[in-house]
């Protein structure tokens, strides 16, 4: 996985080493937050491989370090659908032959959209064509555009493509713009509950992931032990209630699991954030402070208060069955 962090990070490659390894064609540019790496997102990125073999080039992502919105708008940013090292993961996965990682904060964010463009694209990526959304905005106040773009690479050197949003279907001239794959649309489905349908736009499912903490225990004596994920609490959760999904250990093996997103309601009149913890199937051993990853297929229902311990033990054991149901005809993303 090929990457360069601008300004340079002294424990990561530099954008410097980039021109040494650079082909005299150049580089074919993508720019964006680029958050869950999506359908739309992947189908991007094969318009620039596409384009940067043609004229034997690297295909580059120009991505954040955060969520521009992070900095921009903080009181109103959204919740991530991945954190920064899942997105490089997938976005190596989708054939970039680099991601460029800029740092964001208040000096970017005031940038005069020029100078990100003099500075970023040609100056350190030699950008013989940038292929970018439609309606991309960048620079100080949103001020750079696809025609913003154009115009400077008419001048410098680049061509620009600016293309419409991708569509899980093959898409007709009456479909809304909010039919589009977006992560927007992703994170409401995946706020909602409906995982599968944050699947189908995503093209794999969602994945929560965290270090796993010792908890309180609690499952093991309800004879249910949980591994309870310390996920940020930047990251986008489901909705509260019992999920079918995967567990993926770092050794690269997977177990099916009951996941639990929830304020425990039946133990606790009040919890300030929502926990997770996934019950193995099947499962014996020590998980204690590796991290964890969760892929949610399907819920299986809402969070509820139970009248006493007997009936969550009960409803436990219904919960393992349905997550054996579930998971029968699902394949691991």
């Known amino acids: 996985m090929r990457v360069a962090y601008y300004p340079a990070r002294a424990e990561e490659a530099s954008l410097a080493d980039v021109g040494h390894e650079s082909p005299a064609g150049g580089t074919v540019v993508t720019i964006g937050a680029f958050d869950g790496v999506h359908l739309g997102h992947r189908r991007l990125i094969a318009r620039v491989r596409a384009a940067a073999g043609e004229i034997g080039a690297l295909a580059v992502v120009v991505t954040f370090d955060r969520h521009p919105a992070s900095v921009v708008r903080p009181g109103s940013a959204p919740l991530l659908l991945t954190d920064l090292t899942q997105k490089l993961s997938l976005l190596a996965a989708a054939g970039t032959d680099l991601t460029v990682v800029l740092h964001f904060d208040t000096q970017r964010a005031a940038e005069p959209a020029e100078d990100f463009v003099a500075e970023v694209l040609v100056g350190c990526l030699n950008a013989r064509a ?11 106040n949103r001020e750079g555009d696809v025609p913003l773009l154009q115009r400077m690479g008419a001048r410098l050197g680049f061509d620009v493509t600016g293309i419409r949003l991708f569509r899980a279907g093959p898409g007709t001239g009456s479909e809304r713009e909010a039919d589009a794959i977006s992560s927007t649309r992703i994170r409401r489905l995946v706020a909602a509950g ?5 699947a189908h736009l995503l093209g794999r499912w969602y994945q929560l992931r965290g270090i796993v903490g010792h908890g309180d225990k609690r499952g093991r004596e309800l004879g249910f032990p949980t591994a309870n994920l310390e996920v940020d609490r930047e990251m986008q959760l489901p909705a509260d209630g019992v999920y079918a999904g995967w567990y993926l250990r770092p050794d690269g093996t997977r177990h099916q699991t009951a996941v639990s997103v929830g304020r425990q309601p039946t133990f606790f009149e009040s919890r300030p954030y929502s926990l997770v913890e996934a019950h193995l199937l ?20 809402g969070q509820v208060k139970f009248v006493s311990v007997e009936a969550l033990i009960d409803q436990m054991t219904v919960d393992v069955a349905q997550t054996r149901r579930a998971l029968a005809g699902a394949s691991p993303a």
């Open 194 to 198: 409906d995982v599968g349908a944050a």
């Open 282 to 301: 099947d499962f014996q051993g020590d998980l204690y402070d590796e991290m964890g990853t969760v892929e949610l297929v399907a819920q299986l229902r």
């Open 130 to 140: 940038v292929v970018v959304g439609h309606d991309f905005h960048f620079g100080r």
